[in-house]
């Protein structure tokens, strides 16, 4: 008898989760939200000690990207990429896009096998997730202590060189909650400058079509990724950056509205 009341309770709370899945919308958005969550956490945690007995290394990303992919077909995300022939440099470069929400990890994981990626410091302390990432070859740097930057920025040029290494930065320093806009941070251009490597932007289109928090919309969509052709940094020097970082962020804030549909006033 009691077991049978434990399926008969196993089933309506089942049922309970599918209707409330179906029917409400800050339900389905908090449950996407926490699956994606959950499901980054949880493969850290099975990923921890396979990628620590194969050290710090940026191959790692091949298994990080296997793992993320999947999320894709759960949230019915489509991702049309334009101009994938201009990532086609012999040498290392420095990959800049622009930052919305936690769906970027879907774009940021379609061509980054021989990338990593250039966070805030913050996410190193994010537990096991934060470990695994450093062991995928992450560079961390915090935005607020300058010095700290310079230096960390001065050897990622110096090992770019040396191992033809690509970086995927962001156009702006924290996450907005939408899908707005802020202004670019010079350390991914300081770092391209100083390596004398291109730059290549990359733009995503905006979420706000079926990803929206105010809101709590989360349905499936569309992302369109535009990778525009590089931006050459040869014969420039640190009185060059402020210039760069405007053209820079300019060329990708025109793209974002256009593959929005946006107008082309700033939002950030």
Known sequence: MAQSLFLVNIFLFFLAVLLLYHF????????????????????????????????????????????????????????????VTNLNLKGPYVVISNLQCSMDLLGEFVDLLQCT??????????????????????????????????????????????????????SEGHRTGESTLEPLQREAVHLAVKAQVPIIPVVMSSYKPFFNM????????????????????????SGDIPDLTDRVWGTILSNFHELSGEGGGATG
């Not at 620590?52 to 995300?77: H, S």
């Not at 935005?143 to 930057?149: D, S, W």
């Not at 105010?214 to 349905?219: A, E, L, M, Q």
């Not at 569309?222 to 014969?235: A, R, S, W």
Request: charged share 20%; aromatic share 14%.
């Open 214 to 237: 105010k809101t709590n919309k989360f349905i499936s969509g569309d992302i369109t990724i535009k990778i525009l052709p590089p931006v050459k940094t040869e014969g420039l020097s």
């Open 117 to 170: 990626l250039f966070v805030k410091k913050e996410v190193l302390y994010m537990l096991t997730v934060g470990v695994v990432l450093w062991l995928c070859g992450f560079i961390f740097i915090d935005h607020e202590k300058e010095a700290e930057a310079v230096e960390i920025i001065s050897a990622t040029g110096d090992t770019m060189l040396q191992d033809n290494l690509r970086i995927w930065a962001f």
């Open 24 to 83: 409400s919308n800050i339900f389905r958005y908090c449950f996407k939200i926490c699956f994606l969550k959950g499901w980054i956490l949880m493969w850290s945690f099975f990923l921890l000690p396979v990628l620590a007995l194969r050290g710090r290394n940026v191959a790692n990303m091949r298994v990080l990207r296997f793992i993320i992919l999947p999320l894709k077909l759960f949230y019915g995300i489509k991702i049309n990429v334009q101009g």
